[in-house]
């Protein structure tokens, strides 16, 4: 062998062994064998779908927010931008967990699977937009809930009279949904409580329900006991989301399983590549995300569009738009399990992950958000769980209870526009 083709020796005990350079490891290690290198990769990630044509409005994004543009401008190409981020976000995410076996990729999803939330709502509770954050997580759930899985089933109907699914895992999903839902009544029912209790007078009580929805709550003296019940509740929350994802992932794993559990993930990118690309998408969607936050207050103002509107129907819509398409797209081809896990699977990673999250960390950088949200949105997370529960439990759907769910969401979606 020509001596500049010697690959580095090694002594021991037994004699000399040859050791593979390091410049080789470090090579399998960013590309394994049989995985696309890093043009490629990158390739399929930034050409692999036509939306990402709205990346386009990323720079966009930036140049408005520098230049003070008008509030509008800010807030729509901010709001567009993250559309297909989102997008990037879950793709680099799929293609990570293709290599990494059910458990961690299960993980990873769980992780990932709602990161655009938790930018967003960790770049308002930063700015101090704690009613952003509160109706965002509350909208994300009813979007999921109502908006996606209405529009699946509407979309699986029109393509098959009758849809079946694992009745059993969708009735454990749904059940923790309850439980979630729950945990925010408890904190409107001690306040009431407590207030009622107080020196609070019949006019002053009528002064906090006439409160609009654009603002926060009146907390009063019950401030300190609702921040005990959040933030212990949050903690309770996270220690179930953990067992929940234990029992999906491992325990009782054939619950969640399709019959057919058709083709898997090709893998199109690298997983270091794909690892680099998440991360540089985090990054990106927190910056357009922080920009779009500080640009609600404005618009709002100037254009008359409730606070509470745009953050329980628009900036969902924004962080949910792949998923949306995803789910529908599953429906069409009769994949139900498919489509429950992403549509409740996702609500529960946002009641039982995302917003205790928030809560802790708006605990660790002072920002005192509670669980305790406003008595209208209390009752209208509160009847929509209970309308999906109602809808799921025959383990069947077909276009009409599609229709139920987009009648129920447009309702409250109006409701929160006249607020």
Not at 80 to 105: C, H, N, R, Y
Not at 270 to 287: E, I, K, N, Q
Request: with cysteine; glycine share 6%; net charge negative.
């Amino acid at each position: 062998m020509p001596a500049s083709e010697a690959t580095p020796l090694l002594e021991n005990g037994n004699g000399v062994a040859h050791v593979e350079p390091f410049s080789h490891r470090v090579l399998a290690f960013i590309k394994a064998e049989g995985q696309p290198g890093w043009i490629e990769s990158y390739k399929y990630f930034l050409f692999g779908s036509w939306l990402n044509i709205l990346l386009l409005f990323v720079p966009l994004s930036f140049i408005s927010h520098f230049l003070n543009w008008d509030a509008g401008l800010r807030f729509s190409f901010s709001f567009i931008a993250i559309m297909p981020l989102a997008k990037l976000l879950g793709e680099a995410t799929d293609q990570m967990s293709v290599k990494l076996g059910q458990t961690l990729s299960g993980l990873l999803n769980a992780s990932f699977g709602n990161a655009v939330e938790i930018i967003v709502g960790i770049a308002a509770l930063l700015q101090g937009e704690l009613r952003i954050v509160q109706t965002s997580m509350l909208g994300s759930i009813l979007s999921n809930l109502l908006l996606v899985l209405g529009c699946s089933f509407l979309a699986g109907g029109i393509y098959f009279k009758e849809s079946n699914f694992q009745v059993t895992g969708a009735q454990t999903a749904s059940s923790l949904m309850t439980l979630s839902c729950i945990t925010l009544v408890i904190p409107a029912a001690y306040h009431s409580a407590q207030s009622r209790n107080s020196t609070a007078t019949y006019e002053h009580l009528l002064q906090l329900l006439r409160e609009p929805s654009g603002s926060l709550p009146e907390l009063g003296e019950t401030k300190d006991g609702l921040l005990i019940i959040s933030r212990g509740t949050a903690i309770l929350l996270l220690f179930v989301y953990i067992l929940y994802l234990f029992f999906q992932l491992k325990t009782h794993s054939e619950f969640f399983k399709a019959e057919d559990e058709g083709e898997e993930t090709e893998a199109k990118m690298s997983t270091v590549a794909a690892g680099s690309a998440l991360l540089l998408v985090t990054v990106v969607t927190s910056f357009c995300a922080d920009y779009l936050v500080a640009s609600i207050e404005e618009v709002a103002e100037r254009y008359h569009i409730p606070k509470a509107f745009i953050g329980l129907i628009l900036l969902p819509i924004v962080a949910n738009a792949a998923e949306h398409v995803t789910s529908v797209w599953m429906a069409m081809k009769d994949k139900m399990e498919l489509t429950i896990g992403i549509c409740v699977g996702s609500s529960i990673q946002i009641a039982t992950f995302v917003v205790p999250l928030l809560v802790i960390i708006g605990w660790i950088v002072d920002r005192d958000l509670t669980l305790f949200f406003a008595d209208f949105e209390t009752i209208t997370l509160f009847i929509s769980v209970m309308l999906v529960n109602l809808l799921i439990q025959d383990g069947k759907s077909n276009y009409m209870e599609g229709v139920m769910l987009i009648t129920l969401y447009l309702i409250i979606a109006l409701a929160f526009w006249v607020s």
